[in-house]
């Protein structure tokens, strides 16, 4: 389960066969209106704003005004979206690909605290407070990025004040998470934690099945460090589970045998 690409200030080296592509590698942006936008296009954006803002659906006026400010640009695999000194003058998510929170440790490695798959908020906080991004953001695989400017959204949610409160819950429920997250970190054992870090992740094989599976994306020692634990730990707790029957590996797959057995150890019963 151990990848084999260790990101590094910026830049991916990789022990496959194939090239890597450096923080140097051209960002492209998208927003220029060279071509009409494709509709298979236009209802990708609509599910990564409605996936980020939650229920209901925007309304087609919302939904273009939002796009109408948005900067999107693809950013390459390795490459910083932004950095922890950086001002911050617009909130920020990622439409398409992962995105690895974190710093830069000591010797140049790259310090997980916190993995986004999107379409997900990479910063939406300190904008506002006219504040510098709390963390670095490394593209883990290539992304599509989108920025919404601070002055231009403020002058829409005074016109909106729906889309005011929307912006309000998707901030609140990302504070909400965050707290979870750091309660479980302060106050569960190694084996709740992985426990709960796969239930957040586990997808159903069939409708009405008690099993699941977890498609693996990231290192062991990567995961060990958002749980705060080391990897040897994160290692026994796998084995343990996986005599207990709770759950299998095979490479990067994580087959939960019984999720409602796993959701008990992830509350530490």
């Known amino acids: 389960m151990d990848h ?13 066969p194939g090239r890597a592509t450096g923080a140097r590698s051209r960002v492209v942006d998208l927003s220029a209106p060279t071509r009409a936008q494709p509709a298979s296009e236009t209802l990708q954006e609509a599910r990564a ?5 939650g229920e209901p659906p925007l309304s087609t006026a919302e939904l273009a005004a939002l796009t109408a400010m948005a900067r999107t640009r693809v950013v390459p695999r390795g490459a910083h ?6 001002p911050a003058r617009s ?12 710093y830069v440790a000591e010797g140049g490695s790259f310090h997980v605290e916190r993995p986004v798959r999107g379409p997900g908020w990479l910063d939406q906080s300190a904008a506002w407070i006219n504040g510098e991004h709390a963390v670095d953001a490394l593209a883990a695989t290539p992304l599509v990025v989108v920025e919404l400017p601070r002055d231009e959204l403020r002058a829409l949610l005074d016109r909106c004040p729906e ?10 429920r990302e504070v909400q998470s965050l707290a979870v997250n750091t309660h479980s970190l302060m106050h569960k054992a190694a084996p709740a934690r992985f426990a709960q870090w796969l239930v957040e992740r586990c997808q159903p ?15 062991k020692r990567d995961i060990a460090s958002q749980l705060a634990i080391t990897p040897e730990t994160l ?5 343990s589970l996986t005599r207990q029957g709770v759950i299998s590996v095979a490479g990067y797959t994580v087959q939960v045998a019984d999720v409602e057995a796993l959701k008990r150890v992830a509350e530490g019963a």
């Open 49 to 53: 704003w409605n996936a980020l803002l």
């Open 4 to 16: 084999s690409t260790e990101i590094r200030s910026g830049t991916v080296f990789a022990d496959r």
């Open 91 to 102: 909130l920020v998510f990622v439409r398409e690909g992962d995105v690895a929170l974190g």
């Open 235 to 239: 290692s026994r707790v796998m084995r």
């Open 81 to 86: 979206v932004f950095r922890h000194d950086e």
């Open 163 to 172: 889309l005011a409160r929307r912006l309000i819950a998707s901030l609140a």
């Open 205 to 219: 094989q069939a409708e009405g099945e008690r099993a699941g599976v977890v498609r693996i994306g990231e290192r």
